[in-house]
């Protein structure tokens, strides 16, 4: 185990990693890190619309996916907007998928 305050994971959502914390000898428990009572992480499918489409990637989750509606609280920090619920960089889309993304226009496709 890593000493106390050296990492800390919080809030996340991991998901297809086979397997999803590392096993190995590296002076690193990874399971007991990230799953520590109180992190608020998970392991679920985040519900994503197309994240690996190579030409349109469409990041956003969808509506009633796990990454929606995580419904933890922002980190204490200025940067997050303490309103938003979601997990994750982009938010979900709305019904119609209407709601562009904030990296529309300089990634590949948009």
Do not use: H, K, M
């Amino acid at each position: 185990a890593l000493p106390s305050g050296t990492l800390v994971v919080e809030q996340t959502v991991f998901f297809d990693n086979s397997p999803d914390f590392d096993g190995d000898a590296d002076c690193a428990d990874e399971a007991a890190i990230v799953t520590a009572p109180g992190l608020g992480n998970q392991t679920a499918d985040p519900g994503l619309i197309a994240p690996f489409l190579t030409l349109t990637p469409d990041f956003r989750p969808l509506a009633g996916s796990r990454a929606a509606t995580l419904d933890l609280p922002p980190l204490e920090d200025p940067f997050f907007d303490v309103a938003e619920r979601w997990a994750g960089a982009v938010p979900p889309a709305n019904p119609a998928r209407g709601n562009i993304p904030w990296y529309a226009g300089w990634t590949v496709g948009w």
